[in-house]
């Protein structure tokens, strides 16, 4: 058994993948509770009061894409019954929760339907654009298709997730702000026109280098429509900053998958990461993938593309520790002062950005659950979100059972 009972500030990461990781996440969630953990959530006031330091209260919170959505819940001060609920009452059917697991205290959310998840994009959409370009003339020797399809395909993506905004800024936020949180959250974006991540939250100010910008102008809402903006589904989400400027973002998933740093540099020491992208592993039951047509074989290219950054990120991680450990060894091992083999490690760890006293706990769905992989992503039918919810909570309990907090 891994012992992380020296662990003081737990952090929770949900990654993206629609309604599909939202739910698996939720589920997680529910194993985390059954573990003892808590969720602190509202305004400062409230988790002052409500939520110790302890801990097993979570108080960090880094979402990507639908994870940002669960992550904002959560940090707004909602039970997980409230939001599973309100998923399900979205659909118009009647919640799976036991009412023994609910509480007239507990916070009530407008039911989440499918018009708050799709606005038709009709900003984005002119035919006029479109067609004329269709009906000329077209040099195909010069590009071919692609040109053709780059010249007169206008559309920024089917729909907006401005519905989505919309609904976290009138029924979910009290305060549309990252500062009126008593907790951490941070939402995660890429910035649609330089290839840099982008971290909202409560920031001093905004920064920025090659890599990573820092933004601290916009409302929660704002960045948990930038967030859950996936291409081509969803257009970009343009926000103002303070000048005035619309600077666009899209989907949090697409520049860098998984980010735990985020909790790690913002002081959590226990960083435990959900996601639900697991790539379909051969199963009798289901046989070959060539056999389902173009939309499932696509899944599957970009659930093998996202699991290779994940694992090349946690391999890493891994390779930096041993080499630290290693290092760390050597130094010892020729009887080096210790005054100079302490500089020698900071220096390597500074260097490296490593952080010894950081643990991480990833939890995904089984390779052999190709049940989980062909679910729908945005399906609100009450029956496949309570199957999904129970894979989360099931796979979490399995791996939760290794550890002790």
Known sequence: MINFSDKTKPALVLSGGGVKAAAFHLGVCLALREKGFKFAGGNAEKVKSQ??????TIKTYVGSSAGSLISTFLAAGYTIESIIEAFIEGAGSESFIPKRYTSKKDQKLKPITYRDIFAMNVRGYHPARFLPSLMKKQPVITGGLEVLLKKGFKVNGIFSTRNIERYFRE?????????SLGVQLYVIATQLNYSRKVIFSDFEESYKDDDVKKVSYAKISEAVAASASLPPVFRPYGIKNASGKEN???DGEIRDTLSTHVAADHGADLVIASYSIQPYHYHEDMGSLHEYGMPIILN???YQAVE?????HRKHRTELRNLVNAVHGYLKEIDLPQENRDKLMDILIDKTNYKPNVEYLYIHPSAQNYKMFFYDHFSLNPDILAQIVRVGFKTAMFKLRRYKF
């Open 248 to 250: 666009f973002f899209f």
């Open 308 to 312: 290779q950054k994940i694992n090349k």
């Open 300 to 302: 599957q290219a970009l």
């Open 51 to 56: 939520f110790p330091d302890d801990k097993m």
């Open 171 to 179: 029924h979910v936020l009290e305060d549309n702000s990252f500062e």
